[in-house]
């Protein structure tokens, strides 16, 4: 164990540790205690060091009774301070001990190490030093690595000690082959006890995230040296860097050489592909919110990333992955008819999913699809806190993993040593892994692992959270009127379509894909603003909307989409064959594959229409003529004036009970009974039945239960009292019954005036459903704090507690868990005999507060909204039809 061919000036090199043992060093210190501690390691094993050592460097007990004495070096990391006796320095300098202390990064050990040494210029080449500094981070991750296994085997310390020596000789003398040789033994020394716990190989993965301002010249860079190489980006990325943006430039010659970085970026990338030395974790073109948009926004988005690996990398492999929360448990269906290899079960942003830890699994969905995934949180190894805690997560793979592996997450340019260590150590022997990519993990594990699912009500995303404390958007309204705006555009999807086989000339034809990117973009925008004035004044302190600069996107984009319907419309109207004739007519087109009855309010400006077998019926409302029609799956219906050869059609008036009388509505099915105490809904008759099928109301809840005593009795209550002010009937029919409500809501401990509302609720004659309108005139108590706990909601109530109450999300019915879910399509709840559908229009926060109520948010801290709607649907067999009915008109 002594050196055997040098002068030995130093009997030991000791590193002074926080902690009784190695198995006790802390894992929870400070990133500046954390790179001490693991720095003094490693420059422990500084070779011109160890030339002057007789052992080579251990651990002691920093408060251990009695102090090294001479002819001891001693490292002091910054964490082993405290506990040292106060005076340590003068201690260790009367015993002519030499120390190295108060240093946290490496190059600083380093130049301690050497100064203390009196060594001149002619040192160590750096790569070779780096390169002991790595056995050093090895042995001490080994040996760790051995008391979690609960093995406590340490290496062969007496051929270890004989091949550090020889090395370090080696590399003094200026022999670097004959080093290496060495090197090479130590290594495979500690492999060998590695091997004695976990014989199984382990791997590795070097997963680079790039940031928006990484440049191609730096992944080139960093692809052409990596053996191995994970690289996380979206497609909106890979267009950046391969230069498709636009290179953004001052003079033709700065072009020029960023077109030239960009070549070269896409050559390196397709090269290391092909070789195998690269894979790609991606899959969306843009990360949007998948959870609050539809089933096509997110199949689209995936489609145009194929497409755009496919144009640079041909058929590469790609794996799934996402930095900002979009994690379903419906996502191996979708990924697996893209052809993923693989999936990353991992939420690198805020949002709960489950989060049980695997290295290796098969991701199954509800459908039964499945797809290789790991689940395993990538370790920052940038990070020396991180790296601390390395043989506790390697050692939870090794236990639970049928191949011990560890995500190893960086930047493209490195601030500390770790990953150089670990790609050091690797080449010599894989002590602690082998570099692989992700298609050689998958390939070898994909067939060793049995399916694993995962219900829909363990994923809840962070955005509402996220918007409400940034003030980027409006946190309730604006997911739902980007939702309306993806609905709209699949109706004028369905039109281009129809335009395109009638015209395929037409220029609108290639619009939509322009309109989508602007939808894309402007929610882009939305999640990048943040709001970092802390003084800027709440929704209550101004007039001003925090979300003024997306509105007018959102805005241009609804009259684009409007635009190129009515180009279209008009488009087809003319190819519609018909005699010449001064007529004028409204043309009705239904871009649904089922069969929709239209209500068309007759432009008072035309003559009746002409009676006509799609028509179902007509009624005279309030000054004005309704028709209702029937439009075939995917078709359309001409309605034209009525003339000399065409008779009109003949409107029904008012007859029999009026629709809308004082605090009560009713049509065909049902009648709505509304409570005069509250304003809101109290019941939903069916006729001929007794139960009450749905309530209603507007309150606010409290984040804290607010207490009242009443007779001795303290009563606690979570919400505000709603209370009805005036009630007048806007229309009694024939075919629309219509009432306004004005309400207040009110503390029910000071009875002070919260907030003020008006509630329009609207039935139809015909149709099993009716509408609510709410529209806030007054905000006095605006809500403040966490917004699913403080809140303005629409309170529903239905009377089967057992009822089985499901949502949608990308248009697929599933259920859900916890108190708080997200669905911007629909709530059912539904029993044997009975179903209730709840469509929100696209606002997709909601909160069970018991078995048969549910609140669905409205205002939040943030919201700067003031009207929303509601659509009840009774008994609807398919509850996405009556969500396209109610979003696409």
């Known amino acids: 164990m002594t050196s055997p061919s040098h002068q030995q000036e130093f009997q030991d090199i000791y590193i002074l540790i926080p902690g009784y043992s190695i198995e006790d060093l802390p894992t929870d210190l400070t990133e500046e205690k954390a790179a001490s501690l693991l720095n003094a390691f490693a420059a422990a094993w500084h070779p011109e060091l160890l030339v002057r050592s007789a052992r080579i460097p251990d651990f002691r007990q920093a408060d251990a009774a009695a102090l090294p004495t001479g002819r001891t070096v001693v490292f002091v990391p910054e964490s082993s301070t405290d506990w040292l006796p106060h005076d340590w320095q003068q201690r260790l300098t009367d015993a002519h001990c030499p120390f190295v202390f108060g240093f946290s990064d490496r190059s600083d050990y380093c130049r301690a190490v050497e100064e203390l040494l009196q060594l001149g210029d002619n040192t160590v080449p750096e790569d070779l030093k780096a390169e002991f500094f790595a056995l050093g981070t090895a042995y001490v991750q080994v040996r760790l690595l051995s008391r979690r296994m609960h093995h406590f085997v340490d290496p062969d310390n007496h051929l270890l000690a004989n091949e550090a020596f020889d090395a370090a000789a080696a590399a003094v003398a200026g022999d670097a082959g004959k080093a290496r040789d060495h090197l090479r033994r130590c290594f495979e020394c500690l492999l060998d006890c590695r091997e004695q716990f976990y014989p199984i190989p382990c791997c590795l993965l070097d997963l680079c995230l790039p940031s928006e301002t990484t440049s191609a010249e730096d992944l080139t860079t960093l692809i052409r040296t990596s053996p191995a190489l994970t690289l996380l980006v979206s497609g909106e990325d890979l267009t950046r860097l391969c230069g498709e943006a636009g290179p953004v430039a001052n003079t033709a010659d700065s072009a020029a050489e960023s077109d030239h970085e960009c070549s070269q970026f896409v050559s390196a990338m397709k090269a290391a592909v092909q070789e195998r030395r690269l894979s790609l974790l991606t899959g969306h073109m843009r990360e949007l919110r998948l959870t609050l948009s539809t089933l096509r926004a997110a199949y689209c988005d995936i489609a145009e990333l194929r497409d755009r690996v496919s144009q640079q990398l041909g058929d590469a492999e790609l794996h799934w992955a996402r930095r900002r929360f979009g994690i379903t448990s419906e996502m191996p269906t979708l990924l697996k008819h ?78 500390t040593p770790w990953l150089r260590d670990l790609q050091i150590i690797a080449s010599y022997a894989p002590v602690l892994g082998e570099f692989v990519t992700l298609d050689e993990l998958v390939n070898r594990t994909s067939d060793q692992v049995s399916p694993t699912k995962f219900g829909a009500g363990e994923y809840l995303s962070p955005y509402l959270i996220q918007s409400s404390v940034l003030k980027t958007e409006s946190p309730v309204s604006s997911p739902a009127e980007l939702y309306g705006l993806r609905r709209q555009q699949e109706s004028v999807s369905f039109l281009l379509s129809l335009q395109s086989i009638l015209e395929p000339s037409s220029e609108r034809i290639s619009a939509l894909p322009l309109v989508e990117q602007q939808l894309a973009d402007t929610e882009l925008r939305r999640l990048r603003t943040t709001n970092t004035d802390s003084a800027a004044p709440s929704m209550d302190e101004t007039d001003a909307s925090p979300t003024d600069t997306t509105a007018a996107g959102t805005a241009s984009i609804g009259k684009q989409l409007a635009e190129i319907a009515d180009d279209c419309l008009e488009a087809i109207r003319r190819k519609i064959p018909q005699q010449e004739s001064s007529t004028a007519g409204r043309l009705l087109v239904n871009p649904s594959p089922w069969k929709r009855t239209c209500l068309l309010d007759w432009p008072n400006s035309l003559k009746l229409p002409a009676a006509d077998s799609a028509i179902t019926g007509s009624w005279e409302q309030d000054g004005g003529v309704l028709v209702s029609a029937d439009i075939p799956a995917g078709g359309f219906v001409w309605l034209h004036e009525s003339s000399a050869d065409r008779a009109a059609v003949v409107p029904v008036g008012r007859s029999g009970k009026p629709l809308a009388e004082e605090l009560l509505l009713r049509n065909r099915f049902f009648e709505v009974h509304f409570s005069e105490a509250t304003g809101g809904i109290a019941s939903v008759v069916w006729h001929g039945q007794r139960s009450n099928r749905v309530s209603q109301q507007v309150s606010f809840r409290f984040d804290q239960p607010k207490s009242v005593r009443v007779d001795d009795e303290t009563i606690s209550h979570d919400y505000a009292r709603p209370r009805l002010v005036s009630s007048r009937v806007l229309s009694a029919g024939p075919y629309v019954g219509e009432i306004e409500n004005r309400c207040e809501i009110t503390d029910p401990v000071t009875g002070d005036v919260m907030a003020k509302f008006r509630q329009i609720t609207t039935v139809e004659r015909e149709q099993p459903h009716l509408s609510v309108r709410i529209f806030f005139d007054d905000i006095v108590h605006a809500p403040r704090g966490n917004p699913w706990m403080t809140y303005y ?71 700067d909204h003031r009207d929303f709607r509601f659509r009840l649907c009774f008994d609807e067999s398919y509850p996405m039809r009556a969500v396209a009915e109610a979003m696409q008109p």
Do not use: K
């Not at 290899?341 to 695997?358: F, K, Q």
């Open 793 to 863: 909601a629409c309170r529903f109530a239905w009377d089967n507690e057992s009822a089985a109450v499901t949502r949608s999300l990308l248009g697929q019915a599933c259920g859900f868990r916890n108190e708080r879910f997200e669905s911007p399509d629909y709530i059912e709840a539904a029993d044997e005999e009975q179903r209730l559908l709840i469509i929100p229009y696209g606002r997709p926060w909601h909160r069970r507060t018991s078995g048969r109520t549910l609140d669905s948010l409205l205002l939040v801290e943030g919201e």
């Open 338 to 415: 893209f052809e993923f290899t693989s999936a990353l079960h991992v939420v690198l942003d805020n949002g709960i999913y489950p989060d049980r830890e695997r290295g290796q699994m098969s991701w199954q969905a509800e459908s039964g699809t499945t797809i290789p995934a790991t689940s395993r949180i990538p370790v920052a190894v940038d990070s020396a806190a991180a790296m601390l805690r390395f043989p506790d997560r390697m050692t939870e793979s090794m236990q639970e993993d049928r191949v011990a592996m560890m995500m190893l997450a960086r930047l493209p340019q490195l601030q």
